[in-house]
């Protein structure tokens, strides 16, 4: 099991803004973790933990990268964004926050 500093540093390193992480940073929102960076972190995540790998659904989470490549997710979304259209482009994802991926994988909230 990674000890909270080095499960914090996994996530900084996946990190593609430069954003801090913190307990409350939401991995997608704040930290835009999300398609192969957020797989690639459950991986690094799940090789420290072995094996106590928490069993979970992780694309209620997060995207798959086809997702968010496409040409029509590109549109959509800059659609979205100037108020062309009302609904997000991509599917919605249960919002995920360090603290609550911290406790899928048993460690403690308290920070060290």
Request: negative net charge; aromatic residues 6%.
């Amino acid at each position: 099991m990674p000890s909270q500093s080095e499960f914090l540093e996994a996530i900084q390193q996946h990190t593609i803004s430069k954003a801090d992480v913190s307990l409350t940073s939401r991995l997608i929102e704040d930290l835009r973790i999300d398609g192969d960076d957020a797989e690639e972190l459950i991986e690094a995540l799940n090789a420290r933990a072995h094996p106590d790998c928490p069993d979970v659904e992780w694309h209620r989470h997060f995207h798959a990268e086809g997702e968010l490549l496409s040409w029509s997710h590109s549109l959509k979304w800059l659609a979205y964004h100037v108020g062309l259209v009302k609904h997000p482009p991509l599917r919605l994802v249960e919002s995920l926050t360090v603290e609550e991926l911290m406790t899928l994988y048993g460690l403690s909230q308290e920070m060290s």
